[in-house]
């Protein structure tokens, strides 16, 4: 799963890539996402390897709040599965002649703003092709592809971005075809100066914009990128005594993965073994057969059953053989949705 890193200049966009991967290239980089329940079944199993499930993250060139020339920087994110937009709330003197003064709201909206005009062109010109196209020949499937972009358009140009809409399963189709900005889920993260970093976790309240976590698909939390940064090149004792000097318990990244999860719609499941425990992200929903092709491509062609158990049985039961013999197991069917914190022992067919 790609998470693309937009906002505007020196807003602390290449820093929090940086404190998610720790070792990021070419404005790439892979964040591992701590869980402790993974943490858990690796003590019960002893694993020569542990393997926590993972995001990709994107950082781009800077917006400038300039539609027409941001549209070709924005296409760096056209595939990605979410943004994450990084807020400043910190003085920035270098660029106030191109932001204002500390206006998160206003910032939200402006790029919210670019993200619905480049949607809004995207829409209209497929609808120019696809009209020109319907008047020579005339097929269901175009007919609903008019139909859905038509829904697209006057949502569009009513200023509401396409997450917040409802869609049936057909539309979703054809939004994740356009790749559509506004129908990516949204992360908000606020970016706050070390002077206000000991109220990092009210930052939302304070400046008025709590209110977006209850919009469809949209996740905020905050951090302080300078004390992050530093906090990253520390080892785990310094660590703990530099947050603390700053009034902080934990460090944010860890918040900012998590909500990166949680606004992606995701859930964990788990393989454990000897050689090897790891962690599975999949959208909710996920059937355990394509559950299975995550772990294996083979597996999904020759899925069987699932013995599936949650995580805390699994070790409240002491292991596999423990489960069994109380019969905790569950044998499930192809079309069995994946919950969070399941373990799953996938069976197959032999190799033909």
Not at 214 to 242: M, R, S
Not at 287 to 294: D, I, Q, T
């Amino acid at each position: 799963m790609r998470i693309g890193i937009v906002g505007f200049p020196q807003v602390g966009k290449t820093s929090l890539l940086k404190i998610l991967t720790a070792v990021p290239v070419a404005h790439i980089g892979v964040a591992s996402v701590p869980d402790s329940r993974l943490a858990e079944l690796a003590k019960l199993y002893q694993p020569k390897k542990v393997s926590y499930a993972q995001l990709e993250y994107l950082d781009g060139a800077a917006l400038m709040n300039e539609p027409e020339k941001d549209a070709a920087a924005l296409a760096h994110y056209r595939q990605v599965e979410g943004l994450a937009h990084v807020v400043r709330i910190f003085p920035a003197p270098a660029v106030a002649h191109l932001l204002g003064g500390i206006n998160p709201a206003r910032d939200i909206a402006s790029l919210e703003t670019e993200l619905l005009l480049v949607d809004l062109d995207t829409a209209n010109k497929r609808l120019e092709r696809l009209t020109r196209e319907l008047k020579k020949v005339r097929t269901p499937e175009m007919e609903q592809e008019h139909a859905g972009l038509n829904k697209c358009r006057e949502y569009l140009a009513r200023e509401t971005p396409l997450r917040a809409v409802s869609w049936n399963e057909e539309e979703q189709r054809l939004l994740r075809g356009f790749m559509f900005f506004t129908a990516k889920p949204m992360l908000y993260v606020l970016n706050v100066g070390d002077d206000e970093a000991a109220e990092v976790d009210h930052v939302a309240e304070k400046y008025g914009l709590a209110k977006l976590a209850g919009q469809p698909a949209v996740g905020i939390t905050a951090i302080c990128g300078k004390i992050e940064a530093e906090l990253a090149e520390l080892e785990e004792a310094e660590a703990a005594e530099f947050l603390a000097s700053y009034g902080l318990h934990e460090s944010a990244r860890l918040r900012v993965l998590q909500k990166s999860v949680a606004v992606l719609n995701l859930i964990s499941f788990f393989t454990v073994s000897e050689p090897e425990c790891r962690a599975w992200l999949v959208p909710r929903g996920t059937p355990v057969v394509k559950a299975a092709g995550l772990v294996h491509s083979e597996f999904e062609q020759r899925f069987v059953k699932a013995e599936v158990i949650p995580w805390n049985e699994l070790v409240a039961c002491g292991g596999l053989a423990g489960a069994r013999e109380q019969g905790r197991i569950r044998l499930e069917g192809k079309d069995y949705p994946v919950v969070d914190g399941d373990v799953i022992y996938i069976r197959h067919t032999a190799h033909k």
